[in-house]
């Protein structure tokens, strides 16, 4: 008997140690199991995160390569281009082209904005022998620019203008020298008793009187003279326009152009621009004019006798006198024309 309840003690506690072993058995499985979820759910988690700030960054934009065209002095940026926009890579010549009417503007200007190029004033001799300063002569080589913007194309950057800048040719020292020898000289002759007209030879005389014009300086009568209008002080006078004679301010102002022309004739000059009347004049012989326009056609000649020049211009009672001089060391050394 003592047997029986021994063996029946012993499949009890058979019994609970089983089930005590089922139960941590189960129990790590269900841990093992919650703890999978856990890691599922936290890895879904970061990777709707990851999806979410993805979503949220905008893509890096593309600037598009700028060139600055800037003025070389003030460093001032005077127009910004953007290649690819005009042209570059994809037409190429037409991207010069467009380059080309570009430097155009610059240089010349347009209707509402100025160019770069600057004709030259010549200095002028004043009435105590001193220099009086003009302003020199200035130019954009559109060539260059339009060739360096094709270099900086493809990175960008900044592209300076070239421009040339070009003073008179002569020394400060040989001024006061320069009224010593007449070398050209020409007259012309006007009714005095016609006020508005005798005001405006005066006047351009005026202007051009004690210029002097260095080894090759191009004189340019329209830039020397200025506007002849009221504000300047012109009147009204009789004039040539499109082979008829009309009333205009300024008129008179071509006798002075054409004076100058024939007094210059006789030496080496370089004629840049000159005109005539379309109708003939009675101040010259025919052919031997050159008309003005401030604003239109120009009297422009390079100074090519080798040696710098001095003008004169003298208004008598009814004659206009205008003078090429220079001084008594040049005079033997000027290249006369053929």
């Not at 004076?259 to 840049?272: P, R």
Request: charged share 25%.
């Amino acid at each position: 008997m003592g047997h029986f309840f021994k063996g029946v003690w012993i499949l009890l506690i058979a019994v609970f140690i089983g089930l005590a072993g089922c139960t941590q058995q189960s129990s790590e499985k269900v841990e093992s199991k919650n703890s999978g979820a856990q890691q599922t759910e936290q890895n879904e988690d970061e990777k709707a995160k990851e999806e979410t700030e993805q979503a949220d960054k905008k893509p890096e934009e593309i600037k598009p390569i700028v060139i600055d065209v800037i003025e070389p002095t003030s460093q001032e940026v005077v127009r910004s281009i953007t290649p690819v926009e005009m042209g570059y890579g994809t037409d190429d010549v037409h991207y010069k082209s467009e380059l080309e009417k570009l430097a155009g503007e610059l240089a010349r200007g347009t209707e509402t904005a100025p160019g770069f190029d600057r004709r030259m004033i010549p200095d002028k001799l004043g009435p105590d022998g001193q220099v009086i300063k003009g302003s020199p002569l200035i130019i954009l080589e559109e060539a260059e620019l339009v060739e360096n913007i094709l270099k900086a194309s493809e990175k960008g950057g900044t592209v300076e203008l070239p421009l040339y800048v070009t003073a008179s040719g002569y020394e400060t020292n040989d001024a006061a020298n320069l009224d010593e020898v007449v070398v050209g000289k020409y007259t012309t002759y006007f009714n005095p008793a016609v006020a508005g007209r005798t005001k405006n030879i005066e006047l351009s005389a005026q202007a051009i009187n004690n210029v002097i014009l260095g080894v090759g300086d191009i004189f340019s009568f329209n830039t020397t003279v200025g506007p002849s209008d009221e504000a300047h002080g012109y009147q009204p006078a009789e004039e040539i326009v499109n082979k008829k004679v009309v009333m205009g301010i300024g008129g008179g102002i071509c006798q002075t152009s054409s004076t100058l022309f024939n007094a210059v004739d006789g030496l080496g000059v370089g004629y840049v621009e000159k005109h005539h009347h379309s109708l003939s004049v009675g101040y010259v012989p025919k052919g031997r004019d050159a008309t003005v326009s401030y604003g239109g056609k120009d009297f422009r000649f390079e100074n090519t006798t080798g040696v710098p020049l001095l003008l004169k211009a003298i208004v008598g009672k009814g004659s206009l006198t205008v003078e090429i001089r220079t001084s008594k060391e040049y005079e033997t050394q000027i290249k006369k024309g053929i």
